[in-house]
């Protein structure tokens, strides 16, 4: 425990009680990510003319995010509030002929579902529900919205108990469980129920559930040209529970509820879309062959589900949506090429236009690759663009020509100077092959000097990092050091085959592609050798315990939320029906050999790196558990170590509260500077 109150002790010098300054600051703080903005689900009016998007922002006083809709002229760019009140309001859908807008607001309750008139200004809300209305999607007609929502079911019972006596205070009851997923990372203990497709009244009324059992049917809905039935992706077979990956579309009547499967393959079929003349559906999918990682393509069949053939074999990259054009011919696409995202325009012949790129997302905590975008019927892509000198703002795309409508951050950058962001070329020691790296040099970078560099390390495995905004990688360059991030094998973006080159072996070379871009950044010549750092998240985690554990050429080290055991990770991550026959192969008793040569922990006799731990306090997804075995074994080497954990956060929220992000980064960057001597 003494250890943990030293970090935080450690994070917050030179700041309390300290005398007013001077001159304003003009390096990028902790405090400042308050102060961040940035644009998520840009949905784009159908005649393009008008674009509503969801800003998020932050409350310094609950310290969380905050979202609000806002709409933006897309011929002048002016901006204009929803004004949907002092709650959150987000998921904003245009009707079909652009008059109306759909959209789903909370008060602090439960969530409902409302529908604003844009000619009058006027809004109702349309629905009282018990649950949060997911995937919205308007009728053909605009007479009806379509939604996805939790319904609940019973709790298991197992036996009796006596009955409890008028105004006795007992224990809770039993909790029993018999669900092969139970609890999940950002939700917890799973409630009992499923998620079932609904439809409404755009005028209000009771909303009709269309879909019944115990399964799981998700968004993103598709209505057929005809509005007589609706897509949706799950998998309503025996034994579903434990195939973690398949799913079938299929095709729900509305006026009867029956349920018909178009697609009856082995592997991930989801986000269908009917072609605007009625004839062709579109869905994202592939042939399951249970590797690490599988390139997501884009698929199409005739309406009845015959003719299921790909169109995107040409592209060896993972497809994250498509969007039909409305001429029936062809999709609007988005992938990731090299850690950056992009928009492009793909035939049913398989051609490629690209139409955009720089797509951003909403996690500013590490720079990973993303972004969202939707289309007009005119061929205007609305879509998050960003760099690494600010996060997603709203831009469009006419042909071309890409004009950025949103410029959110701009008056905090105006006094804030940031750490610029270059490409570094890297070539494997395994093999020559190229490896994505970008360096972030400190504000008044002077290349003359040599400074301290944290290499930073994405999760996944199976991600990229691009060159986007970083809140960490910005404080740790505010703080004086070099970072450097890169996309070692594994990672995507790359194609399958270079993703692949870990599969059944992680942690393996990609370990010599890291020390690769370390050697790299330091023949660049602006790199102290001696004053090397490392840190990651997850997968990145996971590679910080290997590589203190191969080498001891870092100073210090932050490993965050890492996996340290896989046998034990294995059976208590919330994703234990995929990793073991996806990243393994087999089950941990089937062969606990291999399971036990890629645990960190094996190389835990080796470490001497003075090593901090990190992780969430609610993280069901690397379970705290494995954070505290590695805790504990550097504790019994007597290796310097602090476990910290972040209270109430879960795996993918580790940094969702500014308050924490900004702690987080100071407690990593304190501890560094104990060993930077």
Known sequence: MRFIYAAVALAVVGTAGAKPADSPSHSFEGKDIFSLQCVTDPQIRPDGHSIAYVRVSYDIMT??????????????????PLGTGSGSSYSPRWSPDG????????????AQLFVRWMQTEQAARI????????????????????FVMMTSDEKSTLGVAPARPEGANWAEPLTVITDVKYRADGEGYLKPGYTHAFVVSAEGGFPRQLTFGAFNEGGPLAWTPDGKSILLSGNRTEGWQRESVTTQIYQVGVADAVVTPLTHRVGPDKSPSVSPDGKKIAFLAFDDKFLGYQNVRVHVMDRDGSNDHSISDSL????????????????????????????????????????????AGSQLDRPYSGGEFSVSSNGIVAFTSGAPDHPADLAIARGNRVTRLTRLNDDLFAVRKLGKVEPLAVSSSVDKRPI????????NFDPGRKYPLILEIHGGPYASYGPTFSTDDQLYAAAGYLVLYTNPRGSTSYGEEFANFILHDYPSHDYDDLMSAVDAAIAKGSVNPDQLFVTGGSGGGVLTAWIVGKTHRFKAAATQKPVINWGSFALTTDISTYVPKYWFGKQPWEDPETYWKHSPLALVGNVTTPTLVVVGGEDYRTPVSDSEQYYAALQLRGVPTALVKVPGASHGGLA???????AKASAILAWFERYKR
């Open 656 to 662: 969702a509260r500014p308050s924490q992000s900004a």
């Open 99 to 110: 008059k109306r807008l759909a959209y789903v607001a909370s008060d602090g309750s439960h």
């Open 316 to 359: 060896d990259r993972s497809v994250d949506k498509a969007e039909w054009a409305s001429d029936s011919r062809s999709l609007f696409i988005q992938y990731t090429d090299e850690g950056i995202t992009r928009v492009a325009r793909l035939t049913l012949d398989g051609h490629l236009q690209k139409l955009a790129d720089g797509l």
């Open 436 to 443: 994505g790296a970008w360096l972030v040099t400190p504000p």
């Open 127 to 146: 629905t009282d529900l018990t649950e949060t209305p997911e995937d919205l999607q308007w009728s053909p007609d605009g007479r009806s919205i379509a």
């Open 63 to 80: 310290d969380r995010p905050r979202r609000s809709i806002w709409l933006v002229d897309a011929d002048t760019g002016v901006q204009t």
